[in-house]
């Protein structure tokens, strides 16, 4: 019986990758796996050398080459803007092991009108003059198929400002020479040379003096191209370009305050405005490269609403050099619920857990739950099994272990009043169904917890329901869900229940029964403050602003502030202690 099982499993292993090499097969000469998988794919695969590249402009027709000598780079260079004209980058590529004797690999590429080699009589001949603009360079020596300098990988970006972020990448000065249509973002080839690199990810740790600053930053709202400020403050007399005025505002930060990690707390990309994601993304991912500076990210509401899911925008971003963002386990629902571990200065263990969830972006039942979509059961079961098992190793720390969740949208309770340091010029658009994971925060004793979303709001507030019993604070799950009737229990439970639950007498024989006790029974709600200029801004001249984490392990403490774009630029807006000795303080700035 044994044996038949085993050999069963064999067999049925070698299907499996027989069936995935063909496909495989398949689509790299016909393309057979949906288009979607390929869109945020580069023009390149392991062993392959790019022989020619071409642009193929169409009206009226599917603008394709023939697809056994071609391969369409996916993205349209007008935008979709053009009114019935399209254009795409075709390359031709091949195996290094299939070349023969007369092919040429496509050793470099510029873009211009003039003949690069027009001033090099030496040179002159071997540029070779393609559609909109492109000149390139080849050579049929075999030593050069395999070197450092042959072209492996063609992409396109979008935009004046467009930037390349991934390591062994360049991008041209010049954008494609195209008829664009008004608004159209200019297109600009980006390529590899060589083989892929994939780059080393940072191992985060606490400094030398115990401590730890994050930099949250909360609705960049980024576009393809520079996109257009929404109610900046101060307006100024000329226009106001979102993304490079954004950007300028993050650099100068980063410089002043030197963080050691950025999180990015959603609404990166402003989907609406954004036709090319990739671009905008690549916008802060290359800041954050160039500073050396790692961070994570989470998704809002807008940033698929463009181009690109969030499974392929966080496949995009594991790669690139400092970041850590990741995609989390594939069982629960949404994209990114994970976790980052802060080392100690010198040793293994960690000094500091970061949680990352997805608010994921509006009701699946917005006739009974108007408005925003919840964290579901299954992502709350996840986080409390996952801090459950690192407490082990937490408690090998020589210091305090210290904790922090990051999500989008914010918590039903963010509604509540209480001790609240900073301001609250709009009403919280939490989800209308509540699903517990405030709760579930004070449960596993995370003291703090910073979301985005709500761009003109950026308070702290102290969150103490521990007089009000769980069941009169949660709603009736929706019918959707599942998992509705997931429960976390709380040292918050009082003698009221539900009617007509009496409680027993204690015997006097037997100890009272014991309800285990969080670490903190409060809990800080934060809000990071919107900084990006492409998002809204208003409500009586909202200044775009940052806020700020540093955690000082030796301490077991929490501090945040905030810094603004302009008006008060030198100062710490609102300086509070939220955390000290591992425990929630009553604190205001």
Sequence with gaps: MTRRIVRTTLQLAFLTSLLFFLVYLLDSRYRVLPQAVHNYWPAHHPGLVITDITVKTCSFTSCKLDPSQWHRVEKDLLLKKGWITKAYVH???????ELLPEEKVVMDITIGRLDPGRLDDADAERWEKRQAGIWIKRSNKRQDSDSKTVVTAVDVLFGADAVEARVGWTIMDQALNLDYPKGAPEARLTIRRGTAKNPDLPVPRVRKDGKFKIMQLADLHLSTGVGHCREPEPKGDGICEADPRTLEFV????????????????DQVNG???????????????????????YAAIYGNHDDEGSITRLASTELQKNLPYSLTQLGPNMIPGVGNYYIRILSHLGSHAALTLYFLDTHAYSPDDKKYHGYDWIKPEQIKWFKDTKKRLEADDKKYSHIHLDMAFIHIPLPEYRDAGIMVGENREPPTAPNYNSGFRDALVEMGVPVVSCGHDHANDYCLLSDKKDVPMKERRDEAPSDSSSSSHESSTSQNTKEGSKGNEEKPISAASPPPKTPKPKNDKLWLCYGGGVGFGGYGGYNGYIRRIRLFEFDANEGKISTWKRVESGDVGRRIDEQIVVDGGRVVESGP
């Design 91 to 97: 390359i031709q590529r091949k195996k290094e092991e």
């Design 272 to 294: 609406e405005t954004a036709p090319d994601a990739q671009s905008a993304i690549f916008k802060y991912a290359a800041l954050l490269a160039q500073k050396k500076i790692p």
């Design 251 to 266: 650099e100068k930060m980063l410089d002043q305050e030197h963080p050691d990690m950025v999180v990015l707390t959603g």
